[in-house]
């Protein structure tokens, strides 16, 4: 029989991980919107340097939150260190 404890932790695991592909999304598109500003990638990019330096806080942002959800899902479902 599955466990209350069981299932608040594939919840936390799979929270987790989703947390992780967005992290890893929004750096995929501000480097390869870096390489396209530098001449280095052919669609997408940022127009200017300043739209650069704003991807890249806004990326900063949205990692600290992202990593801040998944240590509070962490707890939450009790998913253990290894």
């Given at each position: 029989?599955?466990?209350?404890?069981?299932?608040k932790?594939?919840?936390?695991?799979?929270?987790?991980a989703?947390?992780?592909?967005?992290?890893?999304?929004?750096?995929?598109?501000?480097?390869?919107?870096?390489?396209?500003?530098?001449?280095?990638?052919?669609?997408?990019?940022?127009?200017?340097?300043?739209?650069?330096?704003?991807?890249?806080?806004?990326?900063?942002?949205?990692?600290?939150v992202?990593?801040?959800g998944?240590?509070?899902?962490?707890?939450w479902?009790?998913?253990?260190q290894?």
């Open positions: 029989m599955v466990t209350i404890k069981e299932i932790s594939t919840i936390a695991v799979s929270i987790a989703a947390f992780g592909f967005i992290i890893a999304l929004i750096w995929k598109d501000i480097i390869i919107g870096a390489m396209k500003l530098f001449g280095l990638w052919q669609e997408g990019g940022f127009p200017d340097t300043m739209s650069l330096i704003y991807g890249i806080v806004v990326g900063l942002v949205i990692t600290i992202a990593v801040l998944i240590v509070y899902i962490s707890k479902g009790g998913v253990a290894k």
